[in-house]
């Protein structure tokens, strides 16, 4: 019982030995160290300049707001199409027409950030398939043509011009010929409209 009592004592002696062992580094402040930070409740003035700091155009990563360019050619095309097809149809003196298909809508459009400022543009061309019915001697005929837009810009709408092509007119004497190009050179004005439409849309993505 003894040596039992004896090696116990021993082993919380080395324990307690082990315990304070650990050594504890108190840093003492001193007269000429720096005072340590105090919290500070945020004033309206440090929000106001967060949420400008946060006022940030173009990706996440780009906080420089170096160059960068966003591909938007899927976006313009599928809404221009959408536009121009909602023009719907024009009456006329002896007929009427109506776009019936996009046909061709190839360009590019893009959003370009640089400095921290937004830019955007495009460049277009269209092609439009008109179908429609004139009034030709006494008779009720239903012509098929194109509409040609040649290439178009960002701004340059007041610029834009169209070329009538008439299909099967060869049965018509030279003025149908003319009434029928000059009456969907008509559509020149809407599809003028519907294109600063997309313009404004585009300026605001």
């Given at each position: 019982?003894?040596?039992?009592?004896?090696?116990?004592?021993?082993?919380?002696?080395?324990?307690?030995?082990?315990?304070?062992?650990?050594?504890?580094?108190?840093?003492?402040?001193?007269?000429?160290?720096?005072?340590?930070p105090?919290?500070?409740?945020?004033?309206?003035?440090?929000?106001?300049?967060?949420?400008?700091?946060?006022?940030?155009?173009?990706?996440?990563?780009?906080?420089?707001?170096?160059?960068?360019?966003?591909?938007?050619?899927?976006?313009?095309?599928?809404r221009?199409?959408?536009?121009?097809?909602?023009?719907?149809?024009?009456?006329?003196?002896?007929?009427?027409?109506?776009?019936?298909?996009?046909?061709?809508?190839?360009?590019?459009?893009?959003?370009?950030?640089?400095?921290?400022?937004?830019?955007v543009?495009?460049?277009?061309?269209?092609?439009?398939?008109?179908?429609?019915?004139?009034?030709?001697?006494?008779?009720?005929?239903?012509?098929?043509?194109?509409?040609?837009?040649?290439?178009?810009?960002?701004?340059?709408?007041?610029?834009l011009?169209?070329?009538?092509?008439?299909?099967?007119?060869?049965?018509?004497?030279?003025?149908?010929?003319?009434?029928?190009?000059?009456?969907?050179?008509?559509?020149?004005?809407?599809?003028?409209?519907?294109?600063?439409?997309?313009?404004?849309?585009?300026?605001?993505?």
């Open positions: 019982m003894e040596g039992g009592g004896v090696v116990s004592s021993e082993k919380q002696s080395a324990e307690a030995t082990a315990a304070s062992s650990y050594t504890y580094w108190v840093r003492e402040a001193k007269q000429d160290a720096a005072p340590l105090v919290p500070r409740k945020l004033t309206s003035e440090d929000l106001s300049i967060g949420s400008k700091s946060s006022n940030h155009l173009g990706s996440a990563w780009n906080k420089a707001g170096t160059w960068e360019e966003k591909n938007l050619n899927k976006w313009a095309t599928e221009i199409k959408e536009l121009l097809l909602s023009v719907g149809s024009l009456e006329f003196t002896s007929g009427k027409a109506e776009i019936a298909e996009v046909s061709r809508c190839t360009g590019d459009a893009f959003l370009v950030t640089v400095r921290n400022k937004k830019r543009g495009y460049t277009y061309e269209i092609t439009l398939k008109v179908k429609g019915e004139w009034v030709i001697g006494e008779e009720k005929k239903t012509f098929k043509g194109n509409l040609d837009i040649a290439e178009f810009s960002f701004g340059e709408l007041d610029d011009q169209v070329e009538v092509k008439v299909n099967d007119e060869k049965d018509l004497v030279h003025q149908d010929k003319l009434r029928i190009r000059e009456d969907m050179k008509m559509f020149l004005k809407p599809l003028r409209e519907k294109l600063l439409e997309f313009e404004a849309e585009l300026k605001e993505r």
